[in-house]
Every structure is written in structure tokens, then in C-alpha cells.
């Protein structure tokens, strides 16, 4: 309830090293700035979930999703 912007801080390792290819939050009818550019910075797209019927609530649900752009560049696995 108003922590998502310390919650992302406090998991800027993780979305360094191992990050969620999703990552689905609940905030204020107008996202704080500085949530989507922290979630721009780690590689991820963030859109606003519609309601059915577009109407806005206090609340809203937000997906970020982590561009393949952003993905490590790993070797090819050997075949065997």
C-alpha cells in the first residue's frame, strides 16, 4: 500500500542479476514516475491492466514485462 517504489529498490539485485520475466503491481490510478523508469532501467515495458468497462479506480493493476532486448547474451548450449 504504497511501498512498490521502496519494494523495487530493495529488489534491485535480483532484477539485476535473475529477473522475472514478469512482474504484476498494484499502485495509484497514475503510476509513479519513478517506478516505471526504475522498471525501464532493469529492461521492462510497464502497461496499465484496463478494467472491463475503462473506468479508473484508486487503485489500479500494472504489468511490466522484460523486453527480449534486455535479456543476458548466453553461449549456445552444446549438443550432445
Request: glycine share 8%.
Amino acid at each position: 500500500e504504497g511501498a512498490e517504489l521502496r519494494v523495487l529498490r530493495g529488489a534491485a539485485r535480483l532484477l539485476q542479476h535473475d529477473p522475472p520475466a514478469a512482474i504484476v503491481l498494484e499502485a495509484g490510478d497514475r503510476l509513479d514516475p519513478e517506478i516505471r523508469e526504475l522498471l525501464h532501467r532493469a529492461g521492462y515495458a510497464v502497461t496499465h491492466i484496463p478494467r472491463p468497462g475503462g473506468n479508473l479506480e484508486d487503485r489500479e493493476n500494472y504489468i511490466s514485462v522484460r523486453q527480449k532486448s534486455s535479456y543476458p547474451k548466453q553461449s549456445p548450449k552444446p549438443v550432445r
